[in-house]
């Protein structure tokens, strides 16, 4: 690894952060899984795509570092099972994405050439994928500095270390990004609008209706009234099959949770524990080893500027004197203290070079110290620092730029070399010894100035108690010894407990109905039988759960059975809407306008106003598609047949039409029309290419 890596005081990160983007490249949108019976797959197979395997060695790998950048972007601490699921699910993605492209990529001959590639990354607008790998954590923005000198590492240390294959991962993962790219062009380029189309776009948004009609309400015909035979949910399901694929195989559930939650005893007990810290904190004279072990966040002990932290912990840092302990304040659940043990007022960013001599080599530290101190005259005196570096610097990855650092933030660099460089003066040359050898330092320029604190910060979760714990987990155990003999709605509600149910649950689930599950328990419920109840009480961070699976829905054409309690109420309507169909056409009978049709019926016509196509809401009762198109289709002052409406039957008679003025020019609105489908076509092609696509989903199995 390059000598300025391990300058960098959180040297990892920059690792981490690239190759977490890398993982997650080129996500074009919510890709649906596809499941299929976990149990039945592979032991060491997360998946296929087209016959690809995905090996879960290789899988878990990206996974835990796509995981590890989660971390990082919530400001440390543990992983939590949410983050986890995301790694998976966007590690899954990133597979996915890029085995259903490449045979199209392959088939249509599409590539990326060497120029276009440095283009892409260090061209004058480089991919995404780089400007988010290598950004500057003060600014927020693109650092091309940090990239310069990243790629000027790289090119010195040996073929087969790990840099080597992350750097290549991410150069991979451009690539893909652009034939990506590439591809979505063409198909967007296919589109085309006519000027028919066009015009009848144009008519659908600004021909207006107005019409009067007559609704004879489903409500209004009691449910006892009619009966819903078998042949009419077989019409209905017939008319309606292809709504009836399941993607992916599903559940369903009903479920009891116990909540153990922190209470308030808990919040007061943590608050005892982070006061006395804070006593001893006050007394410690090893503040930053005191809150590294004590402090449930690892915070960086580094220099922040006003902003970086919580807003009631920053504001009583920065309202503090040196040696002042403040707090607790209470903030996302956890309590925290920290103790002001330097303040200062300096530059934001500092752009330097250095030149790095190793004791070693030169024969110990003094002899090393004292041709530092030489090197330092000659640059005061007028010689190139860019030809010394060269000439006597051992760090490879900078001596080849004349020994330029590019420019960085506090915390960027080990204590040692940050101290000397942000404390020198703009243009000044000075000397420090870090771990790695004596720095001579030229402090090119210094941007802009803050006051910044270097605080020792300890924090505290709020977390439930044993007290809480088993208080939840006792009121559990009696329901879920109860259920063996008695129904499980029957024993909720005999012991005042609310069932919950959740339907169309899928393997990769995390939570049900907004509270967070045990993957545990959904691997249960893929590996049970209808009407089973979950083999134990399961347990997440502040819940007990039981449940019982109500449902198994299969991949793929879902059965009548399986879907007849979801369309009952429209079938019911249905079967409704014939009698009233029978009503409004007896009425009609010998009728010549609508208000005599609702003399009959004892209705009086409503008017509807300035009605458009494209938006086929009738005021104030509910959009009613086959209503305003069959509107769009009448003559005027002739009452309509009845019509079978979403709300009820309807009668209408159109007013009248009023016609927009003809469109001098169609250029815009065929433009519109593009981009409205260009916005949709990528996901409409790349669903397509899914459903082609031969996909074993084992994830569930693994997390």
């Known amino acids: 690894m390059g000598l300025m890596n391990y300058l960098r005081n959180r040297a990892g990160t920059v690792i981490v952060f690239f190759i977490g983007f890398a993982i997650v490249a080129f996500l074009l949108g919510d890709i649906i899984s596809y499941g299929t019976p976990f149990w039945a797959r592979n032991q060491n197979q997360v998946g296929s795509i087209n016959g690809e395997t ?17 971390r990082q972007q919530m400001g440390g601490g543990n992983l939590s099972p949410q983050m986890k699921t995301w790694a998976v699910q966007q590690v899954w993605s990133q597979y996915l994405n890029r085995e259903l492209l490449k045979s199209e990529v392959q088939r249509i001959g599409l590539s990326v050439g060497g120029t276009e590639l440095n283009d892409l990354v260090q061209g004058d607008d480089p991919s995404m994928q780089i400007q988010q790998a290598f950004r500057n954590p ?116 009903e479920y009891v949770v116990f909540d153990a939650s922190p209470t308030a005893q808990d919040t007061v007990r943590v608050q005892t524990t982070i006061e006395e810290l804070k006593a001893q904190l006050v007394e410690t004279k090893t503040d930053s080893l005191f ?56 530059p934001d960013s500092v752009k330097a070079s250095h030149i790095l001599l190793n004791p070693a080599i030169e024969g110990g530290v003094d002899k090393a110290t004292a041709k530092a101190d030489s090197i330092k005259t000659l640059i005061e005196n007028g010689e190139s620092f860019a030809a010394l570096a060269i000439q006597f610097s051992v760090d490879e990855g900078s001596k080849i730029n004349g020994g330029e650092l590019g420019t960085f933030g506090r915390g960027m660099m080990v204590p040692a070399f940050e101290k000397a460089a942000f404390g020198a003066k703009k243009g000044e040359v000075v000397i420090a010894t870090s771990q790695f050898g004596i720095h001579i330092i030229n402090v090119e320029d210094q941007i802009g100035s803050s006051r910044f604190v270097k605080a020792a910060i300890i924090d505290k979760q709020v977390n439930s108690g044993r007290e809480t714990l088993e208080a939840a987990y006792r009121q559990a155990t009696q329901f879920f010894g109860q259920i063996g003999s008695s129904d499980f709605e029957e024993a909720a509600t005999q012991q005042g407990l609310s069932v919950q149910k959740a339907d169309d649950v899928t393997a990769m689930e995390t939570n049900l109905m907004g509270t967070e599950v045990p993957r545990e328990l959904l691997r249960w419920a893929f590996d049970a039988d209808k009407g089973d109840v979950t083999d134990k009480i399961y347990e997440s961070e502040n819940h007990y759960i039981v449940a019982k699976l109500t449902g198994v829905r299969e991949k793929g054409q879902l059965p009548l059975a399986a879907v007849k309690s979801d369309i009952e109420d429209v079938v019911r309507n249905r079967v409704k809407a014939k009698k009233l169909i029978t009503q409004a056409e007896e009425a009609a009978n010998g009728a010549t306008s609508l208000a005599q049709i609702g003399q009959k019926l004892g209705k009086t016509p409503a008017l509807a106003e300035n009605i458009v196509f494209a938006n086929p809401v009738i005021p104030g009762v509910a959009q009613e598609n086959t209503v305003v198109g069959t509107v769009f289709g009448l003559q005027p002052k002739q009452p309509s047949k009845p019509i079978r409406g979403s709300q009820g039957v309807y009668v209408v008679e159109v007013s009248g039409f009023v016609n927009p003025d003809a469109p001098t020019d169609l250029t815009a609105q065929k433009q519109q029309l593009t981009q409205s489908v260009s916005q949709r076509i990528w996901s409409l092609a790349f669903q397509a290419l899914q459903d082609k696509a031969d996909i074993v989903d084992n994830r569930a199995r693994f997390f």
């Open 54 to 70: 995905i090996d879960i060695n290789a899988f878990n790998a990206q996974v835990d570092q796509t995981s590890e950048m989660f």
């Open 138 to 253: 003060q600014t927020g923005q693109f650092d091309r500095d940090q990239l310069s000198m990243f790629i000027s590492q790289v090119n010195t240390l040996p073929q087969g270390h790990e840099a080597h294959g992350q750097w290549e991962a991410l150069l991979q993962n451009v690539i893909d990004e652009r034939l990506s790219t590439k591809y979505t062009n063409l198909v967007s380029n296919s589109i085309y609008v006519t000027s028919l189309e066009a015009n009848e776009a144009y008519s659908q948004r600004n021909k207006l209706a107005n019409f009067e009609y007559i609704l004879l309400d489903y409500q209004s015909l009691a449910d006892s009234a009619i009966t819903i035979t078998e042949k009419d949910y077989q019409a209905y399901y017939n008319e309606n099959k292809g709504v009836f694929q399941n993607r992916e195989e599903t559940r369903s559930l």
């Open 291 to 346: 809150a590294a072990v004590n402090s449930d966040t690892k915070y960086p002990y580094i220099f922040r500027k006003q902003g970086e932290l919580g807003p009631a912990l920053d504001t009583l840092l920065f309202g503090a004197a040196v040696g002042t302990t403040v707090g607790p304040v209470l903030a996302n659940g956890r309590f925290e203290i920290a103790k002001v043990v330097e303040s200062l007022v300096g």
